[in-house]
């Protein structure tokens, strides 16, 4: 099977969770025997084609300025759409189109009805949930995209039940039409020995200091605001932690502000964003993992925590209340909620048993989610997408 792969994001170039998702997901339909072409933007220093790990990557460039994002989407989709059209000629006609959130949906649906082939579409999230409503005429504009991906689609994927929810209830989707199939995660890749006293000292964390750690971009969803209120609440009681914050986004400014005005600042780091392996080594040096999204369709780096073996905290909303189970593999705390925030984040530090229990239980369930099994639910989707596909 022959598959073209939409992206925007595609590493190095690491946005978000989507990222991550399409980079193992490949790798995984590959191992399957599958030809997988990754469209995805160029990046500084890489190639504008190789193939790695039997993957095709083609990363294009955005050969005209654009006076803001919108523009930018709009032609880079176009440019997408020419490279679409090469692939289709020089490797042979795909046997299905597989987008990611609406930034390449505009491409897939071009690449669908010029090829007629069937479309495949991923919700990692929507811009109603993202924006928590629809308040701005860009905003409508991409839910409008969304609704028209959903539309064209033959098969509908999302990463939990949750979001398949929403996107039923939202687009008016037939419940046939929508799947669930989860993020995954590679055990092995976090189960590395790291130099932890080393790590620490380089972030400016004392050995007998407990690390907090949360990843994720820095924006409002992602809920970093409500804990550094909790912090505040934890350092009066608890003065030997640190709260390492990895990532950026357009908040982080104002997170530092925060910080600085809580009296926190040398109790948070924040590291800007960082590598992978950088990633995993402050994964495995740190004591507890929190994730305080006030929404979050799944959270992959709630897996990448459980898979470092970290005891996690995470807001009881979305994807996350279907992957961790509270007091059994981690703690729920409520959402945009300091003072529950706070207390599981107490709770943990006092209590040792506790930890090691979710600990292990988090690392025993960290391996149900395999990237190979994944791709292999992808493939049945893929066929009842070729079942399902028409065209007009």
């Not at 994002?69 to 059209?85: D, P, S, T």
């Not at 999302?158 to 995660?185: A, C, Q």
């Not at 912090?231 to 104002?254: C, N, Q």
């Not at 959402?335 to 506790?354: F, H, K, Q, Y």
């Amino acid at each position: 099977m022959r598959i073209l792969m939409l992206s925007w994001e595609y590493p190095p170039r690491i946005v978000g969770g989507i990222s991550r998702h399409v980079y193992f997901l490949s790798r995984a339909l590959a191992s399957e025997g599958c030809e997988v072409h990754v469209v995805t933007l160029d990046f500084p220093g890489k190639p504008i084609y190789e193939v790695e790990d039997n993957v095709h990557i083609h990363r294009i460039p955005v050969e005209i300025g654009a006076p803001n994002f919108y523009m930018w989407v709009a032609l880079f989709n176009h440019f997408f759409e020419k490279r679409i059209g090469y692939i289709a000629y020089n490797f042979g006609k795909p046997d299905i189109v597989h987008s990611h959130d609406w930034l390449t949906a505009l491409s897939g649906i071009s690449a669908k009805h010029m090829l007629r082939v069937p479309f495949i579409a991923t919700f990692h999230s929507t811009e109603r949930g993202r924006s928590q409503g629809l308040t701005t005429p860009e905003s409508y504009m991409i839910d409008s995209i969304e609704w028209w991906a959903s539309y064209e689609a033959s098969i509908v994927l999302t990463v939990s039940s949750h979001m398949r929810d929403e996107l039923i209830r939202w687009f008016k989707l037939p419940e046939d039409k929508v799947y669930v199939i989860y993020n995954g995660v590679d055990p092995a890749a976090f189960d590395i020995s790291v130099d932890r006293d080393s790590i620490r000292g380089r972030l400016g964390v004392k050995p007998w200091e407990k690390l907090i750690v949360s990843v994720g971009r820095m924006s409002y969803q992602k809920g970093f605001h409500i804990l550094l209120q909790a912090m505040s609440t934890v350092i009066r009681r608890h003065r030997e932690v640190k709260l390492i914050l990895v990532g950026d986004g357009y908040m982080r400014r104002e997170l530092e502000r925060q910080a600085s005005d809580l009296g926190l600042s040398e109790y948070v780091i924040f590291t800007g964003f960082v590598d992978d392996d950088h990633l995993k080594a402050i994964l495995r040096s740190a004591d507890i993992m929190v994730v305080c999204s006030l929404y979050e369709p799944f959270g992959i780096v709630a897996l990448e925590g459980m898979a470092s073996g970290l005891p996690l905290i995470v807001s009881a909303t979305g994807g996350l209340k279907e992957i961790v189970e509270h007091e059994v593999d981690g703690l729920w705390a409520y959402p945009g909620d300091p003072n529950s925030l706070a207390s599981c984040i107490e709770r943990l530090l006092v209590d040792t048993n506790l930890a090691s229990k979710l600990r292990w239980n988090a690392i025993v369930k960290a391996k149900r989610f395999d990237w190979r099994n994944i791709a292999r639910k992808v493939l049945e989707a893929y066929g009842e997408a070729g079942r399902r596909a028409r065209f007009q």
